[in-house]
C-alpha cells in the first residue's frame, strides 16, 4: 500500500494526446465479452452522458480495444447502486481484498477460497473479465508466513501459489503474482520472500504461477512506477532481467494510485519503454484524490487527469486496459490511509457520476455532451437487494396519488422502454419531505423514507422491452403529498410522466 509520505512529485501532464482512432487491435481475448453484456450496459448512463445510445464505460473501451475495469469487495456485493454500476460500467473485475494471503490462506494448508469464488461468480454473471490479486505480497500477509524461518518461505509461498493459482485455474485473465516488490529507491523491499530468497522469489513465483494456470497472464504490479523515476527503473531492469532469462512475465501493472494534478508526464515514455521489452501494461489500481473537501475545479482537474491516463494507455499499443481502485468514493481506501484526503474516484459518493466519468467517456470516445440536471440520479440506495437487476435500463415512470390530510396511496407504473429484458429491477427514488412509507405491494420498499428503493418480488422481475409493471405504497405524510420527481432503475435514470 502507498504510504503517505511517498508523493510523486510529478505535474500535470498537459499534452492528455488524442489517441489515433481505429489503429488498435482488438486484444483476442477481450473481444470475447459478451455482446449480450454490452447491450446491458448500453443503457446505463444519464441521458446524452456518453454516446448517442449512452454507452458504458465497458463498451467504449472494447471498441478501443482496452477494457475498463473495478475493483470491489465482497462487502460491496450487498449494495445494489454500486453493483449496478460495476457490472454495467466495468468490464474487469479485481476483488480489492478477497485473493490475498491472509484471506485464502489465514493458517498454514488452510485454504479459503470462499470470499473470492463470489466476487468471480460476479464477475461471470456480468460478463467481467477477472484480475487475481495478489499471489506474493509483503502486506496483508499473515503473520505465520512472515515468521517462518527463512528456510521454509520458499516451500510456503509455492505451496501457496500452486494451491491458489491452481482454483482458479481457467477463471482469470491476469494474476497479479507479486505486488509491489520495490522500496522507492528502488531496492529490493526486505519482505519475508526477499530475505529467505533475495530476488529471486520473483521469478519462482512467476514459474510457480504459470506451472499452476498456463492461461493466465504473470504480472508484476507496483505503485509509483507510473513515471520514470528510480523506482521504474529497478522494474524496469527486473523485467529486463526475467524476460532475458526466459522467466515466464506477460505484463506489469502501474497502480496509477494518483493526486489531483500530478499525473507523471512522463506516464507515457515509461509504459512504451516497457512494452518494448515484450511485456503487456496495464493501469491496475486507477485513483486520483483531492484534498477534501474537493472544489469543481478540483473535479475538472480531476477529470482532465482521469482523461490523460486514458489517453496515454490508448495511445500506447500494448497498454491492454485501466482499472479503478473501487466504485464510487464512498468505498475507496484512501481517507483511511490519507485522512483529508478522497473523492478519487469516477463516482461521488451517492454514486452519481462526476466530471472525471464524463472525462473518461469522452477520452474513451464518447459524446462530448454533459449530463443534463435532472436526469442525475437522485437517490443512493445501499439496502440489499432482493433480486440481482442485470444492468440499467432505459425507462419510464408514470404516477397516481390518492391523498387525504395525513395519508396518501401512490400508484407507480415503470416501463422499459429498452431494447432488452430487464432482469431483476432496483427503482430508486426520494420521497418528498415527511412522506413516510407504511405499507407497499407489488415491491419491496426500504428505507420508509428520504431516499428509497423499490424492489422487485419474485413474480416481477422481469420487464420485457415495452413491456411495464406497477406496484403501490401507502404513506403518511406532513402536507406534501406529492410524488417523487426523479428515479433511477437499476443505476439508469428514468423520464417521467
Ligand atoms: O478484515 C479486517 C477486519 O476483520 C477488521 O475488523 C477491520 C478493522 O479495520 O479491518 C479489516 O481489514 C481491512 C482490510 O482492508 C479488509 O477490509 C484492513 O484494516 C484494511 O487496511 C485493508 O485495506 C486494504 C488495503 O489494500 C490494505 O493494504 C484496502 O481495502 C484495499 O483497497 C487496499 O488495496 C491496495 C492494493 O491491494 C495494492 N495497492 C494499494 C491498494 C490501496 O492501498
Known amino acids: 500500500m502507498p504510504v503517505r509520505t511517498l508523493r510523486p512529485g510529478n505535474t500535470p501532464d498537459p499534452s492528455s494526446t488524442p489517441h489515433p482512432r481505429n489503429t488498435?487491435?482488438?486484444?483476442?481475448?477481450?473481444?470475447?465479452?459478451?455482446?449480450?453484456?454490452?447491450?446491458?450496459?448500453?443503457?446505463?448512463?444519464?441521458?446524452?452522458?456518453?454516446?448517442?445510445?449512452?454507452?458504458?464505460?465497458?463498451?467504449?473501451?472494447?471498441?478501443?480495444?482496452?477494457?475498463?475495469?473495478?475493483?470491489?469487495?465482497?462487502?460491496?456485493?450487498?449494495?445494489?447502486?454500486?453493483?449496478?454500476?460495476?457490472?454495467?460500467?466495468?468490464?474487469?473485475?479485481?476483488?480489492?481484498?478477497?485473493?490475498?494471503?491472509?484471506?485464502?490462506?489465514?493458517?498454514?494448508?488452510?485454504?479459503?477460497?470462499?470470499?473470492?469464488?463470489?466476487?468471480?461468480?460476479?464477475?461471470?454473471?456480468?460478463?467481467?473479465?477477472?484480475?487475481?490479486h495478489t499471489l506474493v505480497w509483503h502486506n496483508q500477509l499473515p503473520s505465520w508466513v512472515s515468521n517462518l524461518p527463512n528456510g521454509q518461505v520458499q516451500g510456503a509461498m509455492r505451496n501457496h501459489i500452486t494451491n491458489t493459482a491452481t482454483h482458479y485455474k481457467g477463471k482469470l485473465y491476469a494474476w497479479d503474482v507479486v505486488n509491489e516488490p520495490f522500496n522507492e529507491d528502488g531496492s529490493f523491499r526486505n519482505d519475508a520472500f526477499y530475505r529467505a530468497m533475495g530476488s529471486g522469489y520473483v521469478?519462482?513465483?512467476?514459474?510457480?504461477?504459470?506451472?499452476?494456470?498456463?492461461?493466465?497472464?504473470?504480472?508484476?504490479?507496483?505503485?509509483?512506477?507510473?513515471?520514470?523515476?528510480?523506482?521504474?527503473?529497478?522494474?524496469?531492469?527486473?523485467?529486463?532481467?526475467?524476460?532475458?532469462?526466459?522467466?515466464?512475465?506477460?505484463?506489469?501493472g502501474f497502480q496509477a494510485h494518483f493526486i489531483l494534478g500530478q499525473v507523471p508526464s512522463s506516464l507515457k515514455a515509461n509504459l512504451q519503454r516497457f512494452t518494448a521489452l515484450g511485456v503487456e501494461v496495464a493501469v491496475t489500481e486507477?485513483?486520483?484524490?483531492?484534498?477534501?473537501?474537493?472544489?469543481?475545479?478540483?473535479?475538472?482537474?480531476?477529470?482532465?487527469?482521469?482523461?490523460?491516463?486514458?489517453?496515454?494507455?490508448?495511445?500506447?499499443?500494448?497498454?491492454?486496459?485501466?482499472?479503478?481502485?473501487?466504485?464510487?468514493?464512498?468505498?475507496?481506501?484512501?481517507?483511511?490511509?490519507?485522512?483529508?484526503?478522497?473523492?478519487?474516484?469516477?463516482?461521488?459518493?451517492?454514486?452519481?457520476?462526476?466530471?472525471?466519468?464524463?472525462?473518461?467517456?469522452?477520452?474513451?470516445?464518447?459524446?462530448?455532451?454533459?449530463?443534463?440536471?435532472?436526469?442525475?440520479?437522485?437517490?443512493?440506495?445501499?439496502?440489499?437487494?432482493?433480486?440481482?437487476?442485470?444492468?440499467?435500463?432505459?425507462?419510464?415512470?408514470?404516477?397516481?396519488?390518492?391523498a387525504w390530510n395525513t395519508g396518501l396511496t401512490d400508484n407507480l407504473t415503470v416501463t422499459n422502454t429498452g431494447s432488452i429484458p430487464?432482469?431483476?429491477?432496483a427503482l430508486a427514488f426520494t420521497l418528498p419531505a415527511g412522506q413516510t412509507v407504511t405499507g407497499a405491494w407489488n415491491a419491496t420498499i426500504s428505507p420508509s423514507s428520504g431516499p428509497v428503493t423499490a424492489r422487485n418480488l419474485g413474480y416481477n422481475g422481469t420487464i420485457a422491452p415495452g413491456a411495464s409493471v406497477s406496484f403501490g405504497y401507502q404513506a403518511t405524510h406532513t402536507g406534501n403529498a406529492g410524488l417523487p420527481a426523479q428515479f433511477t432503475l437499476n443505476g439508469a435514470p428514468c423520464t417521467v410522466g
Open 203 to 252: 521469478a519462482d513465483a512467476l514459474r510457480t504461477a504459470r506451472a499452476a494456470d498456463p492461461g493466465a497472464k504473470l504480472y508484476l504490479n507496483d505503485y509509483n512506477i507510473e513515471g520514470l523515476n528510480p523506482k521504474s527503473d529497478a522494474m524496469y531492469n527486473l523485467v529486463k532481467s526475467l524476460k532475458s532469462q526466459g522467466v515466464p512475465l506477460d505484463g506489469v
Open 286 to 402: 486507477l485513483d486520483d484524490r483531492i484534498k477534501l473537501p474537493a472544489s469543481s475545479a478540483d473535479l475538472a482537474q480531476q477529470g482532465r487527469d482521469y482523461a490523460s491516463v486514458i489517453n496515454t494507455c490508448l495511445a500506447v499499443t500494448g497498454c491492454v486496459g485501466l482499472t479503478q481502485w473501487g466504485v464510487g468514493d464512498a468505498d475507496s481506501w484512501i481517507p483511511g490511509t490519507f485522512p483529508g484526503e478522497g473523492d478519487g474516484t469516477m463516482y461521488d459518493r451517492g454514486y452519481r457520476p462526476k466530471p472525471a466519468y464524463t472525462a473518461s467517456a469522452e477520452a474513451l470516445g464518447g459524446s462530448t455532451s454533459t449530463p443534463s440536471p435532472t436526469s442525475s440520479p437522485t437517490a443512493s440506495p445501499t439496502a440489499s437487494p432482493t433480486a440481482s437487476p442485470t444492468g440499467g435500463a432505459a425507462c419510464k415512470v408514470t404516477g397516481e396519488t390518492n
Open 24 to 132: 488498435r487491435r482488438a486484444l483476442g481475448t477481450l473481444a470475447a465479452v459478451a455482446t449480450a453484456t454490452a447491450l446491458a450496459a448500453a443503457a446505463l448512463l444519464p441521458a446524452g452522458q456518453a454516446g448517442a445510445a449512452g454507452t458504458s464505460l465497458r463498451t467504449l473501451a472494447e471498441a478501443k480495444g482496452i477494457y475498463f475495469g473495478t475493483a470491489i469487495t465482497q462487502g460491496d456485493l450487498n449494495n445494489a447502486a454500486l453493483t449496478t454500476i460495476a457490472g454495467g460500467q466495468f468490464g474487469m473485475l479485481t476483488p480489492a481484498n478477497e485473493m490475498k494471503w491472509d484471506t485464502v490462506e489465514p493458517s498454514p494448508g488452510s485454504f479459503n477460497f470462499g470470499p473470492g469464488d463470489r466476487l468471480a461468480a460476479f464477475a461471470q454473471a456480468n460478463s467481467m473479465k477477472l484480475r487475481g
Open 422 to 425: 430487464v432482469n431483476g429491477w
